[in-house]
């Protein structure tokens, strides 16, 4: 190859055993030929939340295919019928060479599938013929699921060439998780009617779960009823009983699918369909001997491993969730994420921010709504707070979604999943894990990064609820029509103020503005021009605040200015320059009507027994003395 080829890789689920075994086939192929795998992994379905699979699915948005040279397909893998049908539609329209696993659905792709038919024949056919099973129940996974309905479908023929009843009532139609094994025996037996000789399940999750309830319900496998299964899991295997079930070469066909697709990349033909024979394995849960004997030695080491993997990434997932709380700032947070991130065996670890994650909203704004959010695809900027390799932190400050690595991989060979950051609905960012296996052998990865992104959550909650705080603190004082101090804020600076003048024994600047014509403005006008006219009167008042100054609207159309450290040359200085800024102001803005104002100022010693309220009110009555001299005294003093 004359450069390295990039793959997408489109699953969901991958903590679970067949995902594992596929992209082990997937990574062993990819590293053989130094092609860069990008592997893009949903948990959705998993905690029964639509808006949290909205989040979990978002990540197939961020694929960029003019980016690739092929995609391994993993339909059957994601569980909701309109994201599979999105994703499938973007895969077609993108031109790219596709292989795809057990989907048979598109003749465009390139499948590579098991035969998972013919193996579940022998299966059914194994439980009437050898066991004399006559009354067997069946529990499905979802039928729009090709796999699925391959199997029912395979059950159904074997009973029928066996002349065998098939009740509606004995079939129970789940989702492939362990839980509806455990529903669907709740329903069997509460259902009243004659115990089965048999259950027969669809994957090996469900059949567990089902030998784990029929024993809570006191019936023993095989003795009672026989259970298969439909996998050959580790867990199937080292159960007790061990699991009758279906073995499938998945790490081959996880392979294969690698290699077809390098071979479509380089211009070649191969076979459109390969097909993988799928064996029964006859065990334990329906009375055959187990086929192979367990190490038990190696078994006991295996399962000591697992346990201890377990206990260290529980601990992680507990000190880093009791850090993170106490974490009030992103960069704290972030530093907290590197920290315990170093104890993963990873060559790279990245987390990609929307660039609006913290976004603080303000003013009208604050009302937020689900539209406000990003829950859709990603902005077109992202920031990469973290990229941790080696112990070493080189954040991006800004990057294209488009690229979709914050910063270009060296060589090939890399494997890369793309996890999503998000809280519920609301897309944060995503996570890249680099040439680790922890995304998919680690029980907890999925705990991990929901830890993360609450976290992450939590920041951007904080910052906005510091916002507001500060929003409602400045609604608090500032008046919203002038800008300026309203009667709270003025109290509160002012007070202050006033101390500082008595401690140091400094003279006082008290002026009190009042407008003059105000109703004659809102009469004639409207009070649009009233209210413009106050915003004016307003920003004069506000110029000729300076240095050691305050000024505030003390109600309706009264203003006031107070300044420490005073004398009283002061009084014409202020007075003055507020005339002819007022004559400014009216030259500038052209109106039918002069906006004019009385104004009355003391300088004034402060002493232990004056109050502000008394100088304030010695003020007022200046400029009330004032206004009334005024020749246009048809004006009256607005209160």
């Known amino acids: 190859m004359d450069r390295i080829y990039e793959i997408a890789v489109i699953v969901a689920g991958i903590d679970e055993e067949y995902q594992n075994s596929i992209i082990d086939g997937i990574t062993s192929c990819a590293k053989k030929h130094m092609v860069n795998v990008s592997c893009f992994c949903a948990f959705g379905g998993v905690l029964s939340s639509r808006k949290y699979d909205i989040g979990e699915y978002n990540i197939y948005s961020l694929i960029n295919y003019d980016k690739f040279d092929g995609v391994i397909l993993m339909s059957n893998t994601i569980s909701d019928p309109v994201e599979k049908e999105k994703i499938i539609n973007k895969t077609k329209n993108s031109g790219l060479p596709v292989t795809v696993l057990d989907f048979g659905e598109c003749p465009e792709f390139y499948n590579i599938s098991i035969d998972n038919f013919n193996a579940m024949k022998k299966l059914v056919d194994h439980i009437i013929t050898v066991h004399s099973s006559k009354v067997i129940n069946y529990i499905s996974g979802p039928l729009v699921n090709p796999e699925a309905a391959d199997r029912y479908n395979a059950f159904l023929e074997v009973m029928t060439e066996h002349s065998v009843t098939v009740d509606p009532d ?241 060589g090939g060979g890399n494997i890369s999943y793309f996890l999503p950051l998000h809280f519920r609905e609301r897309c944060l960012g995503y996570y890249i894990f680099t040439n680790t296996k922890f995304p998919t052998k680690s029980l907890l990865c999925h705990t991990l990064i929901l830890n993360i992104s609450n976290s992450i959550e939590n920041i951007s909650k904080l910052l906005h609820l510091n916002s507001m705080i500060v929003e409602l603190n400045r609604l608090y004082v500032i008046d919203p029509l002038c800008g300026i101090y309203n009667r709270n804020g003025f109290i509160r600076a002012a007070d202050e103020l006033f101390r500082s003048c008595q401690e140091r024994q400094q003279k006082l600047l008290i002026s009190f503005i009042d407008m003059d014509g105000l109703k004659n403005i809102n009469d004639n006008y409207g009070h649009k021009e009233g209210d413009f006219s106050l915003q004016r009167l307003a920003s004069v008042i506000n110029e000729c605040c300076r240095e050691n100054k305050i000024c505030a609207r003390f109600g309706g159309d009264e203003f006031i200015i107070i300044g420490s450290d005073a004398c009283e040359e002061d009084i014409s200085t202020i007075e003055n320059e507020f005339s002819i800024k007022l004559s400014n102001i009216n030259s500038i803005i052209k109106k039918p009507y002069t906006i004019e104002a009385s104004i009355g100022t003391i300088v004034t010693e402060v002493d232990r027994e004056k109050t502000l309220f008394n100088l304030i009110t010695q003020a007022d009555e200046l400029m009330y003395e004032k206004k009334k001299r005024k020749r246009t005294s048809h004006y009256l003093r607005h209160d």
């Open 170 to 410: 004995r079939i129970y139609f789940g989702e492939f998780r362990a839980i509806d094994g455990s529903n669907a025996v709740e329903e069997f037996i509460s259902s009243g009617k004659e115990r089965p000789d048999a259950i027969i399940c669809a994957n090996d999750a469900m059949a567990l779960a089902a030998v784990e309830k029929l024993s809570s319900f006191g019936y023993k496998v095989p003795d009672d009823i026989i259970v298969t299964g439909f996998d050959n899991t580790y867990n199937a295997r080292h159960h007790f009983p061990s699991l009758t079930t279906i073995s499938r070469p998945l790490e081959d066909a996880g392979y294969k699918a690698c290699e077809v697709l390098i071979d479509l990349i380089n211009g070649n033909k191969p076979e459109k369909n390969t097909v993988f024979d799928a064996v029964p394995v006859f065990s334990e849960s329906c009375g055959c001997a187990a086929e192979e004997i367990i190490d038990i030695n190696k078994y006991r080491s295996d399962m000591y491993k697992t346990v201890n993997i377990c206990k260290t990434d529980i601990s992680l997932i507990n000190r880093i969730t009791t850090e993170l709380a106490e974490n009030e700032t992103s960069d704290s947070n972030i530093r907290t994420i590197a920290k315990f991130i170093n104890e993963i065996k990873c060559d790279r670890f990245a987390i990609c921010l929307c660039h609006n994650w913290n976004k603080i909203f303000t003013g009208a704004e604050s009302g937020i709504s689900e539209e406000t959010f990003q829950t859709h695809g990603y902005t077109e900027k992202m920031s990469a707070p973290l990229i941790l390799e080696k112990g070493l932190n080189t954040p991006v400050k800004t990057f294209s979604s488009a690229d979709m690595q914050p910063a270009p991989l060296s």
